[in-house]
């Protein structure tokens, strides 16, 4: 679900891959495509500005710095950003009066590396995002009690579904959105009914007031095997500090603390580039299709990788990635300035209208549809009714399999020979790494004859029962003829 579209990761990797095995993934990818080569590692940008004659050239001038003495200058024809949403850690201490007198030792989480030197301690994490909720379960197995803060609550989902197979190769298919697209409400509803099944989310403390779909959820396994055990205390939002306590929205107070943990978010920027070209729109920065600034008189600057959506950013930012470096070649053309802002409103509207967004989450989009938006602009996007009439294996797989990158390397520009194969054998893939152990069938032993007797005996004494019961349904029947002719007398 996360791969890029043209290179399926080696079977034997597990299905949620460790940090560690994601590094081989890209290491791999780059040896195949003779990538490594180009790429600069180590190198801060210190600036990407216009050159003078970019009315004509489109260019960029790019400062970098490898060492503090050794700054150089560059010409690009264009420039992609990808540093994505997580780069200033935010931390709000203004919010929280009393922490400049807590006597303990608090850090963000951007900091947070393991539950090394917090055995026995007593810990609060602020924030239940996926980060706070993975901290508070990692410090849990060793500290002495962790209290979960949270001023909203959060849906908290599983990364195994019934059956023990990867939720979202389940749960992500183009038959899924069509469903959720006809029957919104109902959708969700479903869908919480379904995750408060293994726990209840009111009972557990963590019920938000936001429905799913309006937020990315907690991905979390172990969080409510933690809760239940007490490792995990849940908490309202934090009031105060005072000394060494900390006091609660709802007035109680958990004394003794050692550690706070901010999982508050990130703030967003960009301080190599123009301030001209950071405009928002609401939390958003102002961009058409959250990748071109609107005003630039040459669309040679792309940011790549700044979304949200319901399922996986590798996938996401390729299609970004494809669709824009064909607007730099000149092969898709964008609309005017002012078609192009009207439709950020428009989006920025239906967004904030359907999504929870806030300054920590500016952004989200409908996982499947935006990348078919930008697929059809490519010319890249499956066609499904036609894959139905030419290729009906492959088709079922399409629309009712997991929605897989693959599917946009079948046609179109940059198409994939092996897309269909990738597609075809994609669930053996899923298979492979749970084979550390196979499983012997049952035997089946054949049947004594003991058991052949107790068969017969059975059937006979069935076939008495059903004699009786006939005879019985034919007394009864003529009663109750009788009982009709006595009373039409």
Not at 3 to 26: K, Q, T, V
Not at 292 to 298: C, E, I, N, Q, S
Not at 323 to 352: Q, S, Y
Request: aromatic share 10%.
């Amino acid at each position: 679900m996360m791969s890029f579209s043209d290179f399926p990761p080696p079977a034997e990797l597990p299905n949620n891959m460790h940090h560690s095995e994601i590094m081989i993934y890209l290491r791999l990818y780059a040896q195949a495509f003779n990538l490594t080569q180009h790429i600069h590692l180590q190198t801060t940008v210190i600036s990407v500005r216009q050159r003078p004659d970019f009315a004509a050239s489109g260019q960029w001038e790019v400062e970098t710095e490898k060492t503090e003495a050794s700054r150089q200058m560059h010409v690009f024809d264009a420039v992609i950003v990808c540093t994505g949403h997580f780069t200033q850690p935010h931390l709000p201490l203004t919010d929280f009066p009393g922490i400049e007198s807590f006597q303990g030792r608090y850090f963000h989480s951007w900091d947070y590396r393991s539950a090394e030197g917090l055995e026995g301690k007593r810990v609060v994490v602020i924030g239940i995002g996926n980060s706070g909720g993975d901290i508070a379960v990692d410090i849990s197995r060793v500290a002495e009690k962790v209290y979960l803060s949270t001023r909203s609550g959060a849906w908290v989902i599983g990364r195994v579904a019934p059956g023990g197979l990867p939720a979202d190769i389940v749960r992500v298919s183009r038959m899924g959105n069509l469903i959720r697209k006809l029957f919104p409400s109902w959708t969700n509803k479903t869908l919480e009914k379904k995750l408060n099944a293994p726990f209840d989310h009111k009972l557990y403390g963590l019920q938000p007031k936001h429905a799913f779909f309006a937020q990315v959820p907690v991905v979390n396994d172990d969080l409510p095997a933690r809760i239940i055990s007490g490792r995990v205390q849940v908490k309202p939002n934090v009031k105060e500090f005072s000394g060494s306590s900390v006091i609660f929205t709802d007035g109680s107070i958990i004394d003794k603390v050692d550690v706070v943990v901010f999982a508050t978010g990130y703030n967003y920027g960009f301080p190599f580039l123009p301030a001209a070209l950071q405009a928002k729109c609401g939390y958003r920065l102002c961009l058409y299709k959250h990748i071109f600034h609107p005003t630039l008189t040459k669309p040679t600057l792309a940011v790549v990788g700044f979304i949200h959506g319901f399922g996986a950013i590798n996938p996401l930012a390729e299609m970004q990635a494809r669709w824009a470096t064909r607007v730099f070649k000149g092969l898709i053309t964008l609309p005017t300035d002012k078609i192009m802002m009207k439709e950020i409103e428009k989006d920025t509207a239906e967004m904030h209208q359907k999504h929870a967004c806030s300054e920590r989450y500016p952004l989200y989009v409908d996982y499947i549809p935006y990348q078919d938006s930008l697929a059809e602009q490519v010319g890249a996007r499956p066609n499904i009714p036609w894959l139905f009439v030419t290729d009906p294996k492959l088709a079922l797989q399409v629309f009712y399999g997991p929605a897989t990158p693959y599917q946009y390397r079948l046609t179109g520009p940059g198409r994939w020979a092996g897309a269909r194969q990738a597609i075809l054998t994609q669930w053996d893939r899923v298979i492979q790494p749970f084979k550390t152990r196979v499983v012997p069938e049952p035997e089946t032993k054949p049947s004594s004859t003991l058991s052949i007797i107790m068969v017969f005996s059975c059937a006979a004494l069935l076939s008495n029962k059903i004699a009786g019961m006939n005879d019985f349904l034919h007394h009864s029947t003529a009663l109750l003829d009788g009982i009709k002719e006595h009373l039409s007398v």
